[in-house]
């Protein structure tokens, strides 16, 4: 009796899909077991392919590694802070050099002529046929740059006009030198008939001026 089972034969396709599936089932054994560092191409390994967190310290160099956004928001703003404080030094340089540009010889301008000039004066009255003198002086803190002498009508500011003579008119030095005055001599005679008044004027200025 016959049997009725007839065995086909595989078809080509189905042959070699199952050759192709064990090569890639063999393969994957295969890598899976021989695969190494070495094996591996220097920076071909995408970073989606390692495991969140593995990398540590031991395979990062910190020092390649750039400023985080936050950080580098804080390096912004001390930039901006510092170049605030170099604009505040520079202006407050600025206001210095302003206010010493004011001075001359570290001394404000009230110290100077301008500020501080006064016409310093003193008389006597001498009697018809006589002579005298009289100083006019500056005080302890200021020094003469000139003067002057003259004869006035008495009770008026008006200069005779009559014969009243100037024997001198001159500075007044400093005790023990010429360097620095302190007031002005006048010394004279008075021939016009009646009473004239002999005065002398000193310009005065502080001495540090």
């Keep these: 009796m016959r049997s009725s089972l007839t065995v086909r034969r595989p078809s080509a396709a189905l042959v070699v899909a199952i050759v192709a599936l064990f090569a890639a089932l063999g393969g994957t054994g295969y890598a899976a077991a021989t695969l190494s560092g070495r094996a591996i191409q220097k920076r071909s390994i995408p970073a989606n392919r390692i495991v969140p967190n593995a990398l540590t310290g031991k395979q990062i160099d910190e020092s390649k590694l750039g400023p985080v956004p936050v950080a580098q928001q804080a390096l912004s703003a001390q930039t901006a802070a510092s170049a605030t404080d170099a604009d505040h030094a520079t202006?407050?340089?600025?206001?210095?050099?302003?206010?010493d540009a004011q001075k001359l010889q570290g001394r404000e301008p009230g110290a100077f002529m301008a500020g501080s000039v006064?016409?310093?004066?003193?008389?006597?009255?001498?009697?018809?046929?006589?002579?005298?003198?009289?100083?006019?002086?500056?005080?302890?803190?200021?020094k003469g740059i000139g003067g002057g002498a003259g004869w006035i009508i008495p009770g008026t500011e008006v200069p005779t006009e009559l014969d009243a003579q100037l024997n001198?008119?001159?500075?007044?030095?400093t005790t023990g030198g010429t360097d620095n005055m302190t007031g002005w001599r006048a010394v004279g005679v008075n021939r016009t008939g009646a009473d004239r008044i002999l005065r002398a004027y000193v310009v005065c200025v502080a001495r540090t001026a």
């Design 168 to 173: 001198a008119s001159l500075p007044v030095p």
């Design 91 to 99: 202006s407050a340089d600025s206001a210095t050099t302003a206010q």
């Design 118 to 142: 006064r016409v310093v004066s003193n008389q006597v009255t001498v009697p018809t046929t006589g002579s005298n003198a009289v100083t006019a002086s500056c005080g302890a803190s200021e």
